[in-house]
């Protein structure tokens, strides 16, 4: 069933959690003994984090008051998923434009994470491509779900009906970051049927078709205390908002150092990607670590190998290495691989140039006329 439009903007009400005080109160004791491990979990990757705030500091800020909610001024929507849960929606460009390129955010992110592609590639691309933006269930300024929603699978499910809704018709292109690639992953490979029609082409930035743990931070990331804290999330959310600060400090030193492997980053851009971290609310993201942790979607690798691709990843990337990037791609074989030097986890922001570049390199393979293809590249040569 599709969901529903509303053109009223703002914040959607958020559906109220159930509170399990009864469950809380048996578990306090092992909830309260996992926090009390935080400090040999997250020293490291605080004392990396403050070394390189230090850093930053010294370096010149080449984005000193970037305006980053320019994505808030576009012209925007509120859908609701068939579950009941409205997504907030912005899009850039011409409804009427040959080809529409949706964007999916990574976890504890929202569709602002975009930011440099929206601001840049809507010039490049000017009326010839549309892009649609979206905050994912739990993040931004769409509602919060049910926590036994939090799946890899429903954004798969929410992805679809994003598309029913905004883009019923015409190809499409789709880019995902982090948790957005393991979106379109989901997508791809429960609504197979798209792909080589409507869908033309993906790209998968700092992304894996398989769990967190294989990698690094997965491994720093098992850890009791977090376990306690997700099932207190689960069953006893009052507790967890009592305790969000143990919380908060066991995963956002860790996911602040894994974002930018680059000491040299803007530190407004910084800023930026670390107010989206902890505006991100504690049962978001604890269960959605989870998620990540045991999703599983190389069965959607084959159904990618229809459309031609993209796959992005900074060699700095402790959430999801160079590797994973490495196996997605050699099981597709229309694709083009992007090794950023030097950048971590969130590299469309960090080297935002390179990323930009191979976005219009995909939607130029991807573009379903050469007419319209001939004509964006001599558009890109007057402006040279």
């Known amino acids: 069933m599709p969901g529903k439009r509303s053109d009223k903007q703002g914040k959607p009400e958020k559906p109220v959690k159930p509170d399990a005080a009864a469950v809380a109160a048996g578990k306090k004791a092992g909830l309260l003994a996992g926090v009390a491990g935080i400090g040999a979990v997250s020293t490291a990757a605080g004392v990396s984090a403050a070394r390189s705030l230090r850093q930053r500091k010294q370096i010149e800020d080449a984005y000193r008051g970037e305006d980053f909610k320019l994505l808030e001024a576009d012209r925007g929507c509120v859908i609701t998923t068939p579950d009941g849960i409205p997504l907030v929606v912005r899009e850039v460009g011409p409804i009427t434009a040959p080809l529409t390129v949706v964007f999916a955010h990574g976890f504890c992110m929202r569709m602002g994470s975009f930011h440099f592609q929206r601001a840049a590639l809507a010039e490049r691309w000017g009326k010839q491509v549309r892009m649609v933006f979206y905050d994912q269930r739990g993040h931004g300024k769409s509602a919060s779900a049910p926590i036994e929603t939090y799946t890899v699978e429903q954004l798969g499910q929410d992805l679809e009906t994003v598309l029913q809704v905004m883009v019923p018709r015409g190809p499409v292109v789709l880019v995902g970051h982090s948790m957005g690639g393991m979106t379109v992953l989901s997508h791809a490979r429960q609504f197979p049927q798209h792909y080589g029609r409507r869908i033309v082409g993906v790209a998968l930035i700092s992304s894996a078709a398989e769990g967190v743990p294989r990698s690094p931070l997965g491994e720093i ?164």
């Open 221 to 384: 990331l098992q850890n009791p205390a977090l376990e306690a804290v997700r099932f207190t999330a689960r069953y006893a959310p009052k507790l967890v908002h009592r305790t969000r600060g143990a919380a908060r400090a066991v995963l956002r030193p860790i996911l602040k150092t894994a974002s930018f492997g680059d000491d040299a980053v803007s530190p407004s851009v910084v800023a930026f990607s670390e107010a989206m971290i902890h505006e991100t609310e504690i049962a978001t993201l604890v269960e959605f670590l989870h998620a990540l942790e045991v999703h599983d979607e190389t069965a959607a690798l084959p159904v990618l190998a229809r459309v031609p691709t993209l796959i992005a990843c900074g060699d700095h990337d402790m959430l999801t290495p160079v590797k994973h990037s490495e196996e997605m791609a050699a099981a597709l074989p229309n694709c083009e691989l992007v090794i950023l030097p030097g950048a971590g986890h969130v590299a469309m922001m960090e080297q935002p140039d390179v990323v930009n570049d191979a976005l219009v390199r995909l939607v130029e393979k991807a573009t379903p006329s050469p007419l319209v293809a001939f004509a964006r590249r001599i558009k890109g040569l007057r402006r040279d």
